[in-house]
């Protein structure tokens, strides 16, 4: 088990479920304060191990023992967005390409691309991924794929 101080280095003293900045100097006991959140995958489960991020302590109380959810911005305009932390597991697991959204224009599938591609450099930055805009039916599906499968 690694320390605060270890765990909050190695994630850039950013909360992995909200991305918003830790404060390392913050109480434990502050809902803005500084916690680890022991991830455990299937994959991991069966291991018998886990993987440690940062979160706020508010964060991950309210996350609690459940599957995380990780939002998407209200200042993008999708529709059906997929549960992102989901279809990275998809993407570790089995490769592939995976529909994530619908955007009405394609100037918003762009914002979309470009929030998701920067939120998973830092949420799965082990997974190399790029998005591809498709016109489908009159809106635009925004899809990610591995780079390299």
Do not use: Y
Request: proline content about 8%.
């Amino acid at each position: 088990m690694s320390t605060l101080r270890e765990v909050g280095d190695r994630e850039s003293w950013r909360c992995w479920l909200c991305d918003e900045p830790v404060d390392p100097d913050m109480s434990v006991n502050d809902p803005r304060g500084p916690s680890i959140d022991s991830v455990v995958t299937a994959k991991k489960a069966k291991a018998k191990g886990g993987v440690e991020r940062l979160a706020h302590r508010a964060c991950n109380t309210k996350k609690g023992a459940v599957k995380p959810v990780v939002p998407w911005p209200d200042r993008l305009f999708v529709v059906d967005p997929a549960p992102i932390i989901g279809v990275v597991e998809q993407l570790g697991r089995k490769g592939g390409r995976v529909a994530v959204a619908r955007c009405p224009g394609k100037s918003d599938a762009e914002d979309a691309s470009e929030w998701l591609l920067d939120r998973l450099s830092r949420l799965a930055p082990e997974l190399d991924v790029e998005t591809q805009i498709d016109a489908a039916g009159g809106a635009f599906l925004l899809v990610l794929r591995l780079r390299h499968p």
